[in-house]
Nanobody, 119 residues
Framework: QVQLVESGGGLVQAGGSLRLSCAAS????????MGWYRQAPGKQRELVAQ???????NYVDSVKGRFTISRDSAKNTVYLQMNSLKPEDTAVYYC?????????????WGQGTQVTVSS
């Protein structure tokens, strides 16, 4: 099990920046994948960025070049630096952790943090 606590959301003007943090209750290297999802009103939750089990970074096309996922193992924290924000980035952002054991996937979610980008 793991508890995930997000912080860093808020209201920002288009073109601005925010940094989201996700603090995990255990070593992030004990987790197979960690990343960020978002859900806008009336839309499905989508993957934004994640660390794979091999340590690679994946991004959804719409944020490539603007968002950066990083981690600090000493703090058991994963970050999402969001630059050049657009109104379409407005959503609730969720931290996600997945454990894979013998082919079974168990996912954990944070409580979500609201990001609002005004035009």
């Amino acid at each position: 099990q793991v508890q995930l606590v997000e912080s860093g959301g808020g209201l920002v003007q288009a073109g601005g920046s925010l940094r989201l943090s996700c603090a995990a209750s255990r070593s992030i290297f004990s987790i197979n994948t960690m990343g960020w999802y978002r859900q806008a009103p009336g839309k499905q939750r989508e993957l934004v960025a994640q660390f794979t089990s091999g340590g690679n970074r994946n991004y959804v096309d719409s944020v490539k070049g603007r968002f950066t996922i990083s981690r600090d193992s000493a703090k058991n924290t994963v970050y999402l630096q969001m630059n050049s924000l657009k109104p379409e980035d407005t959503a609730v952002y969720y931290c996600n952790a997945k454990f894979v054991r013998y082919g079974d996937i168990t996912a954990y979610w944070g409580q979500g943090t609201q990001v609002t980008v005004s035009s």
